[in-house]
């Protein structure tokens, strides 16, 4: 069930709310939560339900939902988990939009049962349920917090979209401590209805939110949530702060892309695809936030660091080249440019370094020029406690020149290190919403996630058209493993498949009798392997049933007859369908192509180098699928061993476009076939380019019914 | 010159300090000091000297040092560069200890001349000198400020040495807002005699030190760096900061060894080498300082983890992991001591979850069943701000805590998430010397940096044998390559030179006749490979001198004359001394082994797998010289590849022994003979485990002079 962003107006702006379980003794959340809508101004209707009627703050309590005498757009359920349902039963009959269910006590203790069956309720009636297991929703734009946090949230234009309550909660106190003002913050809890994409359906139009923050511990429909993520983050940033890292998580899996898909290493790859930046911890996150929901959008990347200090420019350098912010490099004008302004034993070069006698004065000059420079985008202003500026100058001197250029759309930041002074003129800056901070790197970083979601903004978005392939023929050889009740392909259906997406495996050709290996080995080409058809004998190899390396056709007809006395020695009653003549394909750099259905995202595909690369290294890349043509391009250079495909040591180019084609076509069939769990080619040879790629082994497996749910 | 710690502590115990350059004006350097020196309390004797005379600041200034009635143990030298020179002439014959040079203008500014000029002169009075170009030496011992930085400095038992001077000033203001105290705060400027090893031999025995913070931006005399470091570091933990980590940095040279040693990467390894704990921000260094330096010294690492909030406590997991943090992970027994204080909605695993339902004695008892568990040997409590406990509550409980149990050998680090309320807590238990934090990921670092200090102390010291080698002969090698006026060695020197170390490369023989070749062929053992020598042909492959896989008398004869014929059409009058018969040597796992002189650590050693182990993913090991048989080991398990030589796919262990056994050789040619700058076998063949390594080709540079510099 999808909702438009106008319909979720009505959540984050009702004209009217009801409390369901409004309490008037401060203990309860009935009453946390009555009294936070009342103080915070919210200029609508407000009703509250209890039982037993009575005055509740100043309120008459209605005793029952359907004595309202309108229909409420929101209702907040507070009431104990095995009332919910009634409630839920009244508030769909009296015509409420949404209903917010703070109540705990359903999936989230095993109780799955109750929480569908309000959902089911709800939905009949087309009511939308938030939570349950929430601490409720706040909403600046009407000054409407209902929840049973803080009373006071500072408003502003940052959404915070929670998984956890109590993270919520306590995120509330520390936004405010931090002066980052929230257009809404909103706790999703179990997602029994609305989820994360629900709520950025409407973040994404709201003119009030200028950057994302999403607390998430799980993922259910990551499809639909990739959706959103990717037509969210073209115009403003969403910073993911998940939890779950660790290494315990990966599964065990028959696939390496499977195990591979089991790390955090998918979720992480999957963000960056969606333009998500992912912040490691909760101070990073909330740093990003802050500043990049109030910084200019630059015209370029061109960044210059000023410092009074030549070893916290040094620090800001190495810096930079962490987080990826590009330093100005024309030695020449940066020389021209700042040589007025650097003392003797300073240096023009970026780091510009004024020195530690700079004052005020030269702080300023060197800041002007910085700014007024058309080639420079960005500016890094450091500092370091020094006899030359007192406190009060240094913050005057920032705020002003913050303000000075605030118009241009040129971001800076200021790094300000030093004892209790310095610290004092930091505080004065918050308060001037001055991007600032005590430590170098901390105050890097900002800058450096700004870039990459503009970088983002930039890519061309592509229209992703799948190859075409052949799905008559695919369905066929799924149904015929189906009628087989196996869940993998043999391998002669694996090379169907492979042939019906549009891909070459070796050429081979079966024969039945010693008569036709010679004709069928010359159309093939030696040398040619030889294996023997039964299904009788599954290790082939180990009975002498394979052999290699035949080059000539007395050599074929030898095996021939050799295959065949070593099989009948192995098991005399063996049906031997054929001898199957395989094309004995040459050496090239082996890479592995994976797709699978993830739990959390649905079909996903991985590269990488085959052999060690991918068992020793992990060195492979994820994406949700479908992909463009460019998005797996970008695949194939994100891995760490790209250079061995660019032709190392005199060897030439590898055959990039036929890897690239290859990808889209597993893609293809993984997505458009849901039951295929797993395909992975492993390995495919790639040979220099223009020569193409070839898929040695493939394997394959289904979902156990035929719909995968 | 060395100056033992006893020495060392003249400077800083001083019995009296002359300020030379002193000044009665507020503005002035010299007024700055004398006057911090007066008013932190400093008992020895203060001279005051200036040519003026008079009275500065109290005291009767004298005109000359030479005036001063007693020898000054330190003398504080405050003016303009080009008057420094005869203020040691007169400090030195004045008999003064220790002359600190705050004056700038020497080799900072190219003038390395007058530098060290100054230091010959002091050396030859047996006066030390400090800088030039510092802001001084804090001594909290003696309640000494001898810097121009801020007068009040908080005594502690953290030891700065800082190399920028600026960077110093402004940290004495940030670790007294941050409440670390300090022991000393030392500035080493240009380091023209004293470095960083003369300071750490005091500071090593220095019982008012716990833990020292160096910030370093270049190294001298690595080799006695190393020293002192792993010597140090045994007891007392060692923070560095070091700036310029960014890949500009690194050099362009001729091997591989070389241009992977010119990066960040060998700072990093040699630091870990010697026990040292690498900071990558201001911040980090400081909180593992202050951590560090009064944490109590725990048996084991079994940590656990006490939360009240789900979400902060899976990023508490995270963190762990990424800081190499272990989790304590006996289920059941977790089990059984907390199921009586979590709750319903709680979780027994580690993180311990008590819910936010949990009131202050609930935390309280899960603080002390985790406290009181003789298994358990640290513990991170989490909190997330709650309305179940208020901020008095909950420092009070933290304070008591704390103090409760400091008699134990446990760290307890918290960390406190929430708003303003939460706020106040964590300022209250830093006024209280609790370690608390407000950031997950920033609370469990420092213990990280905990547990790697310790495990390091706990390495056993290795005796270092290194093994033994033929000098005799190297020494002849060299000579022979230098009367050549070459600085590379042939490739048959250089085979000389690996059998001097003991190294086995592949056999060969060299005749002169067709008669000798089978005899010679068949004592290598088939197959071999046969190789023209001539100085006339440098590139023998290119004109057919070299033919391979060779496997009977009839090939080997005819090798013989076709390439005495292929070398005669090249160059008919070519000079033919022979054909060299080599070993076809067997496929194995090819690895790199390479040692140089590093300008800033002297001889450093290699250790990687081969090709596009190197080349491509830079999966190299770094140790300083010499390395112990311990050392050598974990070098080899520190590539991330060494998973190949563990053997992968049912393949054998590889013979690490015996890389090993060949690193250790090669570091020893390297350590011993410092005219040899570059030695790198590359490939080194390694074959299964007990079968030993063959070194295929080998590089080897010299010095330009017979004396490397």
């Not at 050709?509 to 008569?515: A, D, L, P, Q």
């Not at 995202?601 to 060690?612: D, K, N, Q, S, T």
């Amino acid at each position: 069930m999808t909702t438009t962003s106008i319909q979720m107006r009505s959540l984050f702006q009702p004209e009217s709310v009801a409390v369901i379980g409004a309490s008037s003794s401060p203990g309860k959340i009935g009453y946390k939560i009555l009294n936070n809508i009342i103080s915070s101004g919210y200029q609508g209707k407000i009703f509250a339900v209890n039982p037993r009627g009575g005055e509740i703050l100043g309120l008459n309590a209605f005793t029952h939902v359907s004595d309202i005498d309108s229909q409420p757009d929101v209702a907040v359920v507070a009431v104990p988990a095995s009332r919910v349902f009634e409630v839920i039963v009244d508030c769909a009959r009296r015509g409420v939009k949404f209903a917010t269910v703070i109540s705990s006590g359903f999936s989230e203790v095993g109780n799955l049962e109750e929480e569908r069956k309000i959902v089911k309720y709800a939905r009949e009636y087309g009511m939308r349920i938030l939570g349950p297991n929430i601490f409720g929703h706040f909403s600046s734009v009407v000054s409407l917090n209902a929840t049973f946090g803080p009373r006071d949230i500072p408003s502003g234009n940052v959404a915070i979209i929670t998984q956890s309550g109590a993270l919520g909660v306590a995120m509330i106190g520390k936004t405010s401590v931090q002066k980052i003002g929230l257009s809404t913050i909103i706790s999703v809890g179990n997602k029994a209805d609305l989820d994360e994409s629900d709520l950025l359906d409407y973040l994404r139009d709201d003119p009030g939110t200028q950057a994302v923050l999403m607390y998430i511990e799980g993922i259910r429909d990551g499809g639909r949530l990739i959706n959103s993520l990717v037509k969210t983050t073209r115009d403003k940033p969403i910073i993911v702060l998940k939890s779950g890292r660790s290494k315990k998580g990966a599964i065990a899996a028959a696939s390496h892309t499977g195990s591979l898909a089991g790390s955090d290493d998918i979720f992480d790859a999957i963000m960056k695809q969606c333009g998500v930046l992912r912040a490691e911890n909760i101070q990073e996150a909330l740093n990003w936030c802050k500043y990049i929901s109030n910084a200019p959008r630059p015209s370029g990347e061109n960044t210059l660091i000023v410092t009074n200090g030549g070893g916290v420019g040094v620090m800001a350098t190495d810096a930079c080249e962490k987080f990826g912010v590009p330093l100005y490099e024309d030695k020449q004008r940066l020389s021209e440019e700042f040589s007025a302004v650097t003392h003797g034993f300073g240096s023009t070069k970026n780091p510009i370094d004024i020195t530690g006698e700079a004052s005020v004065g030269e702080y300023t000059s060197a800041l002007d020029t910085a700014l007024n420079d058309g080639k420079i985008h960005a500016v890094i202003a450091l500092y370091c406690e020094t006899a030359m500026m007192t406190s009060e100058e240094l913050s005057k001197m920032v705020i002003e020149q913050n303000q000075k250029y605030q118009h241009q759309k040129k971001p800076i930041i200021f790094s300000l290190f030093g004892g209790s002074l310095t610290e004092e003129a930091v505080s004065r800056l918050i308060e001037h919403q001055v991007p600032v901070y005590t430590e170098v790197y901390e105050s890097i970083s900002p800058l450096g996630a700004l870039f990459r979601f503009l970088r983002y903004g930039r890519k061309t978005e592509e229209f992703i058209r799948e190859p075409e392939i052949d799905s008559q023929l695919i369905k066929t050889v799924i149904a015929e493993t189906r009628k087989d009740n196996r869940q993998f392909l043999l391998a002669h259906e694996a090379q169907t498949l492979l042939r019906a997406i549009g891909l070459a495996g070796p050429n081979s050709r079966v024969v039945k009798t010693i008569g036709e290996t010679v004709d069928a080995a010359e159309e093939i080409g030696y040398p040619v392997v030889m294996k023997v058809v039964s299904r009788d004998i599954i290790h082939k190899s180990d009975v002498g049933g394979v052999l290699l390396n035949l080059e000539n056709p007395h050599e074929v007809m030898d095996a021939y007859q050799t295959i065949i006395h070593n099989c009948k020695s192995f098991r005399r009653n063996a049906i031997i369908d054929g001898i199957e003549i395989v094309e004995q394909v040459p050496k090239g750099t082996e890479v592995i192509i994976g797709a699978r259905q993830d739990k959390s995202f649905g079909p996903v595909i991985m590269f990488g180098l085959g052999g060690i690369y991918v068992e020793v290294l992990k060195d492979v890349a994820f994406r949700a699928l479908p992909v463009s043509h460019q998005e797996a391009q970008m695949m194939v250079r994100d891995i760490r061993s790209y250079t061995m495909l660019m032709g190392l040591r005199g060897e030439k180019r590898k055959d990039i476009d036929g890897i690239v084609d290859a990808i889209l076509r597993v893609g293809a069939v993984c997505r458009q076939f849901p039951e295929i769990t797993d395909i992975e080619i492993n390995p495919m040879m790639v040979y220099d380019q223009g020569s193409g790629v070839k898929a040695i082994d493939v394997r394959i497996l289904l979902s156990k019914s035929e719909r995968n749910t």
